[in-house]
């Protein structure tokens, strides 16, 4: 029997956004859950909180072998598969748990994690992680049985409240740059290009360094108003990324949702929502190709900002409310600025992609601008990660696809993967609201 090729399989992300608003009471404002972590301050208000559980399902499935099995019959030969299996033993998965920023805070540090192999859940120690410079939040699972698997599922449940925002940009513009920035945002300067999932060229940071002194005629960056700075830097990258095709393309694989109700169904299929992955590349070849998807226009502006001394990031959230499965991963960009005389930093929400098809520019800087800072949908649009793929030595598949993995043995060459994301609203409440017709 003689192994004729691998059968490159596309990995997946399946993400689904199911919205259980029957029986869902209004938000209480006096909730404890209701406000904002962030100290008061005059220059962004939150409206209108929600308050979501966020349910995240990971499958990870192994490849196929294809062979080919010749026959004494002259000229004719059958293909048969065979199932790739891996070793469980020191397996390492991680998955990003948001906190806190712009528009949404989480209620508690609570994250429910479990791992199953097969049919059958395992034992696993799980851990909060954080990566080195930003300090932003992972779930660590680990594993350490002594088998080798064909399959893993994992489920991961966090819990974020989402906001409107409204953003006073008369007042804020007259805060002046911090001498230094405290250490959440500080970690948000480096690095300058997010990997996404692909390597980093060396010269990365120099291409947006070129980029950036070439807008801002070589001067200073520090020497202009930092919100005037972030704004002008705003309308550039607009104008100079031709935004062409989808965010993200659709799985080749037909899913039937019923299988997820099993308990012991370890292989579900879900029908419809059904993507490939996300379309993204680093920041400097998007700089220099001046061409990308939605995606790739916020890692450019996260990028550039960096470069200028600004604390960026950018932040991947499921907006329920888009028709468009393809346009339902929505990549904001937070910046950070800071209020002396209340020692206080706080993080601005960007709604870029908006702002494009709004025909913002750099020229109109100067103009009040909705969708920065001010948003009046933010509470639909459920964060999920800072990153599209872990900034550590952890491995995804094909397309990037927010988890990451890593173990001592030997990975399978190919692995079909699924990320489904369940946001479910639930209510700001003490108490539970009674139903029509409930006694």
Not at 224 to 238: A, N, S
Not at 270 to 278: E, L, N, Q, R
Not at 311 to 333: F, G, H, K, W
Not at 347 to 362: F, M, Q, S, T
Request: aromatic share 10%.
């Amino acid at each position: 029997m003689k192994i004729i090729h691998f059968t490159f399989l596309h990995s997946i992300i399946i993400a689904s956004i199911m919205l259980c608003a029957s029986g869902v009471s209004a938000q209480v404002a006096s909730h404890p859950e209701a406000t904002s972590p962030v100290p008061e301050n005059p220059y962004l208000k939150h409206t209108d909180p929600w308050r979501w559980d966020v349910r995240t399902q990971i499958f990870l499935r192994a490849g196929f072998r294809y062979y080919s099995n010749s026959r004494a019959t002259k000229n004719s030969s059958t293909e048969q598969t065979e199932s790739i299996w891996w070793a469980m033993k020191d397996l390492e998965v991680i998955f990003p748990a948001v906190r806190q920023g712009g528009f949404y805070w989480s209620p508690n540090t609570d994250v429910e994690a479990s791992l199953r192999a097969g049919d059958f859940k395992r034992e696993q120690t799980q851990q909060r992680m954080f990566t080195k410079d930003s300090k932003a939040e992972y779930t660590l699972w680990r594993s350490d049985v002594e088998e080798n698997v064909h399959q893993i599922h994992l489920i991961h449940i966090s819990h974020i409240v989402t906001a409107d925002t409204i953003f006073d940009h008369k007042k804020a513009q007259h805060l002046p740059w911090p001498k230094s920035w405290d250490k959440v945002a500080t970690g948000f300067l480096s690095p300058v290009v997010d990997s996404v999932g692909a390597e980093v060229d060396a010269d990365a940071a120099d291409t947006i360094k070129t980029l950036l002194d070439f807008w801002v005629e070589k001067k200073d960056p520090k020497g202009i108003p930092q919100l005037d700075l972030v704004k002008f830097l705003t309308g550039k990258v607009i104008e100079h990324v031709q935004v062409r095709g989808p965010g993200a393309e659709f799985s080749k694989q037909s899913i039937n949702r019923n299988s997820l109700q099993s308990q012991t169904s370890s292989t579900p299929f879900i029908t419809g929502t059904a993507w490939g992955g996300f379309v993204v590349r680093p920041a400097n070849v998007v700089a220099r190709d001046g061409k990308g998807t939605k995606h790739d226009l916020a890692t450019l502006l996260t990028a550039v900002l960096r470069s200028a001394g600004v604390p960026a990031r950018t932040v991947l959230c499921v907006n329920r409310t888009d028709q468009d499965i393809l346009e339902r991963m929505v990549s904001m960009v937070e910046f950070a600025m800071y209020d002396p005389d209340r020692d206080i930093t706080f993080w601005v929400p960007i709604d870029i992609d908006r702002l494009r098809l709004n025909g913002k520019r750099a020229s109109q800087y100067k103009q009040w601008w909705n969708y920065f800072g001010t948003h009046d949908q933010l509470n639909d649009y459920v964060p999920i990660a800072y990153y599209f793929h872990p900034p550590a030595s952890y491995r995804a598949y094909d397309l990037p696809a927010l988890y990451g993995m890593r173990s001592s043995s030997r990975l399978p060459e190919y692995v079909i993967q699924s990320l489904l994301i369940d946001p479910q609203m639930s209510p700001i409440t003490t108490t539970k609201k009674r139903l029509p017709n409930q006694p």
